[in-house]
């Protein structure tokens, strides 16, 4: 019930159902059914709201950003790279969204960047409106396997539930991402490999550069990095992680706020808070499934002897598959979950789930709430992704993909054993 609200979004008087309204109806029949408590509820409050304060203060940090004209920068990069052959600007789309991605997090980078490129590209190819769809997979698919914990809110998640710090995320998923991204975007080229092997230059009216930046808007760019790069130094010292956001969050809030661009409206609205309390429900809803012994089962399925490459697969197999089919975010609470109950060392098991769970929703259209948003605005611009072109597209590129990272992920095992330690 529901994952048909969440992903059918039903309309109450012409308006689509919010994903936060979605979920409540499960959580109130688990409660009226006693599978959930109100000691459930507590509990999954406890132990989420370190990662959906991270999340928040990321969430209110990029729409400052956002309001500051920072992020026009990147339209402004790709137009001028359509000057040359059509494959430039697609790998400059590419790698702009994959760095955005990192610094903020992938949701911000499909929501924030869809409405920004999408239209370059119509108006600097006015006679080829068919690259608009190639462009559009292009800011999807490069968020890919999230490089460090911030850059994926579920990830942030099950990471803080397996206490594996900042520094240790990074330092075993950056290879795995690069090999995930890497091969993710050689089969997309592969696939619009028709479209994009054109050496035409764009025939569209250049815009032209955009006004310098604002001091203010230099501040926040140096706040973002000071926060970024305080999270490797008060990891190596077990430090939270949702100090320097939230500090970050509340110092770029102030900066913007003396700019017209920026209000205590702009603030609230630039915080999406019915996703975090669906972040919770989610997570709740997972609860609930452990009670009546899903996690149990998925323990018995994640913990079974075998070695560590078919340990690996049998993880992350379940995760993208699940994801794909029950939406990531479900899968990932049942994953963080899972993870408190298995013994020995869980690592390298939950990096494996984890990039299941970010390779995953690209194989079905409702596996994620970001892809769901992703075609909702998409075809508002005009660009329509049918649901047969998604799972093409999301076969091709996911299954190498998740291979690749596996492999990577497996020789880590191998040849540094010590980088799957605690």
Same mark, same amino acid.
């Given at each position: 019930?529901t994952?048909?609200l969440?992903v ?6 012409g308006?689509?159902l919010? #994903? *936060?309204?979605?979920a409540? @109806?499960g959580? +109130?029949?688990?409660l009226a059914?006693?599978? =959930?408590? /109100?000691g459930?509820? $507590? ?17 209110s ?5 956002h ?10 990069a ?26 903020f ?23 080829r ?10 800011i ?6 999230? #490089? *460090?914990?911030?850059?994926? @809110?579920?990830? +942030? ?6 206490? =594996?710090? /900042?520094?240790?995320? $990074? ?5 795995v991402?690069?090999?995930?991204t890497?091969?993710s975007?050689?089969?997309l ?13 764009g025939g569209?009216t250049?815009?032209?550069s ?10 926040v ?11 490797p130094l008060l ?16 110092f770029?809030?102030?900066l913007?706020?003396r700019?017209s661009?920026?209000?205590l409206?702009t603030l ?7 996703? *975090? ?17 899903v ?6 399925l ?12 049998v993880?992350?197999?379940?995760s993208?598959?699940?994801?794909a089919?029950?939406n990531n975010h ?11 109950t ?6 390298w098991r ?16 409702m596996?994620s ?6 075609l ?40 540094w054993?010590g980088?799957?330690?605690p």
């Open positions: 019930m994952l048909a969440v059918g979004r039903p309309r109450l008087r308006v689509p919010s #994903p *936060l309204l979605g409540v @109806p959580v +109130l029949a688990m059914f006693g599978v =959930l408590s /109100f459930d509820l $507590a509990r999954g409050w406890a132990m989420l709201w370190r990662p959906l304060l991270t999340i928040a203060c990321i969430m940090t990029t729409s400052v950003a309001r500051l004209g920072i992020f026009d920068r990147a339209s402004r790709i137009e001028i790279r359509t000057r040359g052959p059509v494959s430039r600007a697609f790998t400059a789309t590419y790698l702009i969204c994959a760095v955005t991605a990192t610094l997090n992938n949701d911000a980078a499909i929501l924030l960047l869809t409405p920004v490129i999408l239209p370059v590209i119509r108006r600097m190819y006015p006679k409106p068919y690259l608009t769809g190639p462009f559009a997979f292009a999807f698919t490069s968020a890919g396997v999230a #490089p *460090l914990s911030t850059s994926n @809110p579920m990830n +942030l998640v099950v990471a803080e539930q397996a206490h =594996l710090a /900042f520094n240790g995320y $990074a330092l075993r998923m950056i290879p991402a690069l090999a995930g890497a091969v975007y050689l089969m080229r592969l696939a619009y490999r028709k479209e994009l092997d054109d050496d035409v230059p569209g250049e815009l032209g955009l006004q310098p930046l604002e001091p203010t808007s230099y501040g760019l140096g706040i973002v990095a000071l926060v970024f790069l305080s999270y990891s190596y010292f077990d430090g939270p992680v949702w100090v320097a956001a939230t500090v970050g969050a509340i770029t809030a102030l913007g706020l700019t661009e920026v209000s409206a609230r609205h630039g915080v999406a808070w019915e996703i *975090l309390g669906f972040l919770y429900l989610i997570f709740v809803t997972a609860l609930g499934l452990e009670n009546v012994g996690a149990r089962w998925l323990s018995e994640y913990g079974a002897p075998a070695g560590v490459p078919a340990q690996l697969a993880v992350a197999g379940t993208a598959l699940g994801s089919v029950m479900p899968m990932a609470a049942l994953n963080a979950l899972v993870m408190r298995l013994n020995g060392d869980v690592t939950t990096l494996a789930a984890l990039v299941g769970g970010d390779l995953g929703p690209r194989l079905l259209p596996g709430l970001a892809g769901l948003l992703w909702d605005m998409a075809a508002r611009l005009g660009v329509e992704v049918k649901t047969r072109e998604f799972v093409r597209i999301g076969l091709l590129t996911t299954l190498p993909a998740l291979a690749a990272s596996l492999a990577v992920l497996w020789l880590e095992a191998v040849l054993p980088a799957l330690g």
